[in-house]
């Protein structure tokens, strides 16, 4: 049932607009689950660029494409999404078809390293920048871990900001889940 998860309703809405030989960015590939989804979708002909700061991350996404023997279709980078105009290649600025964010920290990790603000509304910014026309960006966000508060406020403000002649934006929220709430923002680039 999609609705029982909140980033599988979220992977329904982004397989509309994913095909065979699309581009793809997962901002944030944490244990590599939205990565292996991601090269999943866009097949052999398409691409995934990946980021992390944490060198474990990329290591347990590499391992989890390789056991899930997805399409060798991505480039991981160990670096911050921020940085992300300078590492996906020029020739695809323009042409990415969806750009995934899962804020918050690596689950089962060090909960002391999250995304932050900052740089999250850096690298949003130049998602929204390298997106095609239709492209779309999704966003989950979680609040109630520390710092997941003011990035919650940041990032809803800045997509509720966004000119609704380029852009939609839509916010999806499972409501009756008890204690801190998990967001997600779709942001459509017309
Ligand atoms: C919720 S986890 C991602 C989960 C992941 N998408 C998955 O499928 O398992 C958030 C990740 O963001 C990473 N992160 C924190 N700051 C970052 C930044 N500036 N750029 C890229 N990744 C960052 C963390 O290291 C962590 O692995």
């Given at each position: 049932m999609i609705a029982s998860n909140i980033l599988s309703f979220a992977k329904c809405i982004l397989s509309e607009v994913l095909e065979p030989g699309c581009i793809a960015v997962d901002a944030t590939t944490g244990n590599g689950y939205d990565t292996v989804f991601l090269s999943r979708q866009v097949g052999i002909n398409g691409h995934v660029f990946g980021f992390d700061i944490q060198e474990d991350a990329i290591s347990q996404t590499e391992d989890r494409l390789d056991e899930e023997c997805v399409p060798v279709n991505w480039t991981l980078f160990n670096?911050?999404?921020?940085n992300m105009l300078r590492f996906i290649?020029?020739?695809?600025h323009g042409k990415v078809n969806v750009v995934m964010f899962n804020l918050g920290f690596l689950p089962g990790?060090?909960?002391?390293v999250i995304t932050k603000s900052e740089t999250t509304l850096e690298a949003i910014k130049a998602s929204l920048s390298i997106l095609n026309r239709g492209g779309m960006l999704s966003i989950a966000i979680y609040a109630g871990h520390p710092g997941g508060d003011e990035e919650d406020a940041a990032v809803r403000g800045f997509c509720t900001s966004l000119d609704y002649h380029s852009f939609r934006v839509i916010q999806s929220e499972m409501?009756?889940?008890?204690g801190f709430p998990i967001r997600m923002i779709f942001v459509s680039k017309l």
């Amino acid at each position: 049932m999609i609705a029982s998860n909140i980033l599988s309703f979220a992977k329904c809405i982004l397989s509309e607009v994913l095909e065979p030989g699309c581009i793809a960015v997962d901002a944030t590939t944490g244990n590599g689950y939205d990565t292996v989804f991601l090269s999943r979708q866009v097949g052999i002909n398409g691409h995934v660029f990946g980021f992390d700061i944490q060198e474990d991350a990329i290591s347990q996404t590499e391992d989890r494409l390789d056991e899930e023997c997805v399409p060798v279709n991505w480039t991981l980078f160990n670096t911050g999404h921020e940085n992300m105009l300078r590492f996906i290649p020029e020739e695809f600025h323009g042409k990415v078809n969806v750009v995934m964010f899962n804020l918050g920290f690596l689950p089962g990790s060090d909960k002391s390293v999250i995304t932050k603000s900052e740089t999250t509304l850096e690298a949003i910014k130049a998602s929204l920048s390298i997106l095609n026309r239709g492209g779309m960006l999704s966003i989950a966000i979680y609040a109630g871990h520390p710092g997941g508060d003011e990035e919650d406020a940041a990032v809803r403000g800045f997509c509720t900001s966004l000119d609704y002649h380029s852009f939609r934006v839509i916010q999806s929220e499972m409501v009756n889940k008890p204690g801190f709430p998990i967001r997600m923002i779709f942001v459509s680039k017309l």
